[in-house]
C-alpha cells in the first residue's frame, strides 16, 4: 500500500506492545484496552430520551470509597472514510445543532437497527449520505468517544472501490439537518492539513481521517481486518 491509493492485500496486525510504567508499578503492561467493572452498589435514572438515557451510578472504588458517576447510554454509531483510486474522500457539511456550526464530517449514523452488524450500518448510511457503495471495507478504529461519561462506541471503516448506486437502488429520502447537506470530494491531503489547522471539530472525521493518512503511508499491516460487503 503506497501513496494515497489502496491496493494490495493487508497483512495481519502484530500483537499489542508491553510498556513500562512510569509510576513504579508493575509492569510492563500491554498497549491494549482491558474490559473491567468496579461494584455499582445503586443506580438512578435521570433522564430518558428518544435518542439517549441518563443515569447515576454509585460506583464502588477499589479503596473502599464509592462515588457518584452519571452515565449517558448511547445506541452507538459508524462512521465511514470512503476513498476513491486517487486519494479523494467523500465528506459532507453538516448542521450540527449542539454545537451551532457546519461541520464538515465523513458519512456516519447511529447503529439504530438491532442486530445489524456495524459494515451493513455502514454500507446503508454511506448508501444513503453519499450515494456510493464499496466494494472493498477495511475497519481503522474502534472508539468510545466520551468514555468519561458515555458508553457511545464508533466503528470507523475505510471504503474503497466506490462507485456510485445505480438510478433507482437508493429508497431514502432526506429529511431535517441532511435535507440541505452538501456532498464533496476532498484530496485525502488537503482533509489532513484542515484538522491540523483547526478547521475541522468533529472528533471522529479527525480520527478517521488522520488514520486513514498514517495506515496508507506507512506499513500495509496498520489496517488489521479486511471485510466484504456483508461481512
Do not use: C
Not at 445543532?97 to 447503529?111: F, K, Y
Not at 451493513?120 to 468517544?145: C, F, K, M, P
Request: proline residues 8%; without cysteine.
Amino acid at each position: 500500500m503506497t501513496g494515497d491509493g489502496v491496493t494490495g492485500d493487508v497483512a495481519a496486525a502484530p500483537g499489542p506492545a508491553l510498556v513500562a510504567r512510569a509510576d513504579g508499578g508493575p509492569g510492563p503492561l500491554p498497549l491494549r484496552d482491558k474490559p473491567e467493572s468496579w461494584p455499582v452498589t445503586a443506580s438512578a435514572e435521570l433522564a430518558r430520551g428518544s435518542l439517549i438515557r441518563v443515569r447515576n451510578d454509585t460506583v464502588q472504588m477499589p479503596g473502599g470509597t464509592a462515588a457518584g458517576r452519571e452515565v449517558v447510554e448511547h445506541p452507538g454509531a459508524v462512521a465511514i472514510v470512503a476513498l476513491d483510486g486517487t486519494g479523494r474522500l467523500l465528506m459532507v457539511r453538516q448542521y450540527r445543532h449542539p454545537v451551532g456550526h457546519l461541520l464538515w464530517e465523513i458519512p456516519a449514523g447511529l447503529r439504530d437497527v438491532s442486530g445489524e452488524p456495524p459494515q451493513d450500518t455502514a454500507a446503508r448510511e454511506l448508501a444513503e449520505e453519499t450515494g456510493y457503495r464499496a466494494a472493498r471495507w477495511h475497519q481503522l478504529a474502534d472508539i468510545y468517544s466520551s468514555p468519561g461519561f458515555s458508553n457511545e462506541q464508533i466503528v470507523i471503516f475505510l471504503a474503497t472501490d466506490l462507485e456510485p448506486l445505480p438510478a433507482g437502488q437508493l429508497n431514502f429520502v432526506r429529511e431535517h439537518e441532511e435535507a440541505s447537506m452538501a456532498v464533496a470530494w476532498v484530496p485525502l491531503a488537503a482533509a489532513v492539513a484542515a484538522v491540523q489547522a483547526g478547521d475541522l471539530h468533529n472528533g471522529v472525521t479527525a480520527l478517521g481521517i488522520l488514520s486513514a493518512y498514517a495506515a496508507l503511508g506507512h506499513a500495509e499491516g496498520m489496517l488489521p481486518r479486511v471485510s466484504q460487503p456483508g461481512g
